[in-house]
């Protein structure tokens, strides 16, 4: 096994640790007794983590030590919303327990944009590859350089075995090449030798039968060779329960969307509220407690929106930005500083768009409601999607992102910005980032380009005056059975 | 070395070309234009409609023209295909009616979204499925083969004959077996036609009717046989090289006219709009479920994902190329932004390294800017490649001595 502690400690930012802690004495102290009031998390083995546990975890013991480069973000949170302590908790020692579950035999996937549930009912811990927001957090992302892909990084990640992934789950014609390719170049030079899948979305099929049936029987193939490696069996009851947390959470994460969206003030900074509907994408390892935590979250939410309290850092009335594309975020540079606010993140809210069917074939209902559906369509549909959310969040810009070297969310930059512009009429910007040159995005060329950018709708927002109208936001598909926020 | 007499003949037809499709669509017939080579043109053919293969590359320019409606991180043969459409002046791009798209390449299946969008073509896709060579995925294909005639059946306004079928798989599989031979002459000391020739015979298949292709490449290969013992067309010590990667478009001369000015033989090749046309593709059955299987097993494209290296038949076709063409050698061309084929780069490079096969990778767009260093890299592996031939021809002497 490789020595995970030392390659990250290389990396390590100490400074920004002691800056945030010196600079927030009083507020950490409050913080922490509204924090130590609550109830801690329970782990789906039983594992029961307190408050003191926790709070220890992100300030004072673990995390100060491993990973003291995640408190450049910190400002961004509110800490005195103990959901959302616990969330970062989750978030950030993710990796942590990883390794340790590893260890103890649990099978990790690099599952890439599926949907997480089944791998959880095999008894595995998927995660995204190249979009693991706690891995890059830690660095830990390795990409080359020396080709025009984009830095889907965990691929790489897993070929110098810094991530004990022990399978690989690759759906391809979703919406991405590179991360298949990186998976295939890494599998078939025999660097490490785990099995590989590819779960087949061929691009165009839609929703065909055949196209449908072609998908589950792909899937279950999957599944059943994904038991052989971690010694499970698979259950259809046991995975629709699994789809019944799922749908749980990907509840959660709308609602938390819809707070944000619906709000005159929205109560989320920029850091926080991408942070939060990102970890959408893995559960954090945790079903269940994460379940809990983002529902936790949704409700303080409303809370601080019933008294107006916006986030912690933001403008009084910033101007709303809906972020469109993939793999890809602005929250350095939409930041509590610039006067805007995301309402809305295209590629963190299409994987929680509505609940699975929870009866009948499970493999089936995984497959109807295949992630980044938006991505699948047709170009005009896949714009259509971006332009209901824009107008039911009230943006007042739209940003579409890409990374550089992916191909295929680049070449659908214009037609989708020219769509957005013909049927909401608010400004857009198309901005290429690099996972690798992390400068491109947050300093230099991007940041000038966005705060202009921002600086044109601020301008748009005087001349206009006030908050947008509220508008209805649309409901997607959720089994009303799971109450989230009334 | 002199032209085959029969290449002016391909010449004059593509001239013609353009007028007789502006009169058939007069007279009402559909033309149906394909990208990706995973479209059954047998089932078009068949349907009445008039099928043209469609692509361009070579010109910096029109890729340029491109970035107007796709970023400039597509590979070049997207933007330059754009750029046609949108000059609007290219006889076959203009006399489209419908696009349709073998969806393999992520990159070719988004550019003709674009197409659809920006300039209101009419597109159809078929989707074809990654994991092909499990059962479920020619199932699929199948499927999805059945389901896009029956979308060609409506533009056609007919249904498809299974007599008429049967005649379209005949004829085009006549083509594949005709071009196959034109194509072995490369294997010989001397050939009486070269790659650049070959490929312009078949690109002109892209074009002209599979009729007329078919009756000018029965000539041509009746001509081949009268002078290839009387012509010596090069020396015997040239080098002789294989070239392998991403696509080479019609009118995409940069690397072989390279070559050329330096004397190289290009002896084999493995590009889709190439060899990959005709080879290691048959139709067991007049049928779609005969079409989709043989379509579905064709030699792969590096987009389509195989995880056995040991069994992969694209690597399969490019070791048996090198030993039946006794190529001294592999060029891997790679477009830029054309991942399906950059990815595989590294790969390639160990295997042929493993064989002790020089292999040199060149990652080129259209522009000019770096014909200087083609032309350095290339002129270097030549020279590796010659005193390789010098060394083994000497050590042979001093064995038979």
């Not at chain 1, 550089?404 to 198309?430: R, Y």
């Amino acid at each position: 096994m490789p020595d995970h502690k030392k390659q990250y400690k290389d990396k390590v930012l100490t400074k920004a640790y002691e800056d945030f802690v010196n600079e927030n004495k009083e507020y950490l102290e409050k913080a922490r007794n509204i924090f130590l009031k609550e109830k801690g998390l329970t782990f789906r083995d039983g594992t029961y983590l307190s408050p003191e546990y926790i709070w220890d975890w992100i300030f004072v013991k673990d995390a100060p030590e491993k990973y003291p480069n995640i408190f450049i973000g910190f400002q961004g949170y509110d800490l005195e919303s103990p959901s959302v302590v616990k969330f970062i908790y989750l978030y950030y020692s993710f990796y942590d327990r990883l390794i340790a579950a590893s260890d103890n035999g649990v099978l990790i996937v690099n599952r890439k944009e599926t949907i997480p549930d089944m791998f959880y009912a095999l008894g595995s811990i998927p995660i995204r590859g190249g979009a693991g927001a706690a891995l890059r957090h830690q660095s830990l992302s390795v990409v080359p350089d020396n080709f025009e892909a984009c830095g889907a990084g965990s691929a790489w990640a897993w070929k110098d075995n810094r991530i004990p992934f022990g399978a690989q789950v690759v759906p391809t014609g979703v919406h991405c090449y590179d991360t298949p390719n990186n998976a295939l170049a890494v599998h078939r030079a025999g660097k490490v030798d785990i099995p590989i899948f590819y779960l087949d979305n061929p691009i165009g099929s839609g929703d065909a039968e055949w196209a449908i049936d072609y998908r589950v029987k792909t899937l279950r193939r999957a599944a059943e060779e994904i038991a052989k490696l971690n010694g499970a069996t698979v259950d259809d009851e046991r995975l629709r329960r699994e789809i019944i947390i799922g749908n749980k959470v990907r509840k959660a994460v709308w609602r938390i969307y819809e707070v944000q969206a619906e709000s005159d003030q929205p109560p989320f900074t920029a850091h926080e509220f991408e942070t939060i509907i990102h970890a959408g994408h893995n559960w954090a390892g945790e079903p269940e407690a994460f379940q809990e935590v983002l529902e936790g979250i949704a409700v303080e939410a409303k809370e601080r929106q019933s008294h107006k309290v916006h986030g912690t850092v933001n403008h009084k009335n910033p101007v709303r930005i809906f972020v469109g594309g993939a793999c890809t975020h602005f929250r350095p540079l939409i930041g509590h500083t610039s006067g805007a606010v995301p309402v809305g993140v295209e590629w963190f809210l299409v994987p929680s768009h509505g609940s699975l069917n929870e009866e009948g074939d499970p493999f089936r209902a995984l497959v109807e409601g295949l992630p980044l559906k938006s991505l699948t369509v047709p170009l005009e549909e896949h714009a259509d999607w971006i332009v209901d959310r824009i107008k039911e969040s009230r943006a007042e810009g739209f940003i579409y992102g890409y990374k550089w070297g992916c191909n295929f969310a680049s070449s659908a930059a214009l037609v989708i910005s020219d769509v957005v512009k013909k049927k909401t009429g608010i400004p857009t910007l198309i901005m290429e980032t690099d996972f690798i040159a992390k400068q491109a995005n947050e300093s230099g060329g991007g940041l000038t380009r966005v705060e202009a950018f921002i600086e044109i709708l601020k301008q748009n927002k005087r001349l206009k005056g006030g908050v947008p109208e509220k508008r209805h936001i649309k409901k997607p598909n959720y089994n009303s059975a799971h109450v989230v926020v009334e | 070395m002199n032209m085959p007499e029969t290449l002016k003949r391909f010449e004059e037809a593509l001239e013609h070309r353009p007028g007789e499709l502006v009169e058939a669509r007069q007279n009402g017939k559909k033309v149906v234009g394909v990208f990706c080579c995973y479209t059954p043109l047998e089932i078009i053919h068949s349907l009445g409609l008039i099928p043209l293969k469609l692509g361009w590359g070579g010109d910096d320019e029109l890729a340029e023209q491109g970035i107007e409606y796709i970023t400039n991180i597509q590979c070049p043969y997207v933007r330059q295909t754009i750029g046609v459409f949108k000059e609007g002046k290219n006889p076959y791009a203009v006399n489209t009616d419908v696009i349709t798209i073998s969806a393999v390449c992520l990159q070719e299946y988004r550019m003709v979204e674009v197409l659809r969008y920006y300039f209101g073509k009419e597109t159809l896709t078929l989707s074809v499925p990654k994991n092909y060579y499990l059962p479920e995925g020619k199932e699929f294909f199948e499927k999805e083969v059945e389901g896009f005639t029956a979308e060609l059946e409506k533009i056609a306004g007919r249904k498809l004959d299974p007599d008429l079928l049967r005649a379209s798989v005949d004829l085009y599989a006549d083509i594949r077996n005709n071009t196959a031979e034109i194509y072995d002459y490369l294997a010989l000391d001397y050939s009486p036609i070269t790659w650049k020739q070959v490929i312009t015979v078949i690109h002109a298949g892209f074009y002209l009717s599979p009729e007329k292709h078919l009756s000018l490449l029965k000539e041509l290969n009746s001509e081949l046989k009268t002078i290839q013992m009387s012509e010596k067309v090069r020396p015997i010590n040239s080098v002789r090289l294989m070239i392998s990667g991403s696509i080479i478009a019609p009118g995409n001369t940069k690397i072989i006219d390279v070559l050329e000015e330096l004397g190289v033989t290009v002896v084999a090749d493995d590009i889709c709009s190439g060899q990959r046309t005709f080879a290691g593709f048959t139709v067991k059955e007049p049928t779609l479920a005969g079409l989709a299987e043989a379509y579905l097993d064709r030699i792969p494209c590096a987009a389509q994902l195989y995880p056995d290296q040991k069994t992969d038949k694209r690597l399969e076709n490019i070791f048996r190329q090198i030993k039946d063409h006794r190529a001294d050698g592999v060029l891997y061309h790679t477009l830029r932004f054309c991942d399906p084929y950059t990815f595989r780069v590294q790969e390639n490079k160990e295997l042929l390294d493993a064989k002790d096969i020089p292999f040199l990778q060149l990652h080129t767009d259209y522009g000019a800017n770096d014909i200087g260093q083609l032309h350095t890299r290339i002129q270097a592996q030549m020279e590796i490649i010659k005193r390789r031939k010098k060394e083994v021809h000497h050590a042979r002497s001093q064995k038979a001595v």
